[in-house]
């Protein structure tokens, strides 16, 4: 098993002085291949916060993060895109879909943004869409689709790159418990056929006891249960 990402004494604070949220604390912690983890915490504990940390999205107050060995602090903004997209996939609690386009752009985006091939890419997508359930609603746009729908077409633009890792945070936080349960059940599913690590940040104890791993995050830090 490889490491997929690593995360070394990370301190993550907001701000500074009198403002000074501190929010992670000398947080260790490694994704390696295949692993399926939950991370648990309170609202505002700070999981997103460590997740956008992870992607790369954001910089650490000290330690670093390592993709695939790489410590993308290293990294100048585009290699570190680069190595994101190459690696990760990401699904968030509100789907982020782009309005005007329809499910099988918003699908195919990560793929047209590498400069695939958009026939391609397009294939791809509507393939994707397929194993989601949503071969009939390739054409509609975010307004046309329902809240698990929607998300549906998150998760296929997640894994349309074949990531190392999907990184999920709240995936199904604004939806019902049978649509909650289905997308849970669909990046399962999906990660298994794939091959990919997963790692979800919750605060739903019935979605942590179907991962292999449960980390809470407390005080800062990780604490494996
Ligand atoms: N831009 C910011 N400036 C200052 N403080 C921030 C900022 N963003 C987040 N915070 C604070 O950092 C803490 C961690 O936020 P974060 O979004 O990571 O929490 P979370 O665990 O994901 O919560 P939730 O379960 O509600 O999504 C919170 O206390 C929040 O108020
Ligand atoms: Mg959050």
Do not use: W
């Amino acid at each position: 098993m490889s490491d997929i990402i690593e995360c070394r004494s990370l301190c993550f604070n907001y701000g500074d002085g009198d403002s000074k949220t501190s929010v992670l604390n000398n947080l260790n912690f490694k994704v390696e291949t295949n692993e399926k983890i939950a991370i648990v915490g309170q609202s505002g504990c700070g999981k997103s916060t460590l997740l956008n940390l992870m992607a790369g999205l954001d910089t650490p107050s000290e330690g670093e993060v390592l993709i695939n060995n790489i410590n993308i602090s290293n990294l100048k903004e585009r290699q570190r895109t680069e190595l994101r997209a190459k690696n990760l996939g990401f699904v968030y609690q509100f789907h982020h879909l782009l309005k005007d386009f329809s499910a099988i752009y918003n699908t195919a985006l990560p793929l047209l943004i590498n400069d695939v091939d958009k026939n391609e890419a397009l294939k791809k997508a509507e393939n994707i869409l397929k194993k989601v359930g949503l071969e009939n609603r390739i054409t509609h746009k975010p307004s046309e689709l329902s809240g698990g729908e929607r998300q549906r077409v998150a998760i296929a633009r997640a894994m349309i790159t074949e990531p190392a890792c999907l990184l999920a945070d709240e995936p199904t936080g604004n939806l019902d418990e049978k649509n909650a349960r289905d997308v849970l059940d669909l990046i399962i599913e999906l990660n298994n056929n794939q091959n990919t690590a997963l790692l979800i940040v919750t605060h739903d104890l019935s979605i942590a006891n179907k991962m292999s791993r449960r980390f809470d995050l407390t005080d800062g830090s990780l604490n494996e249960r």
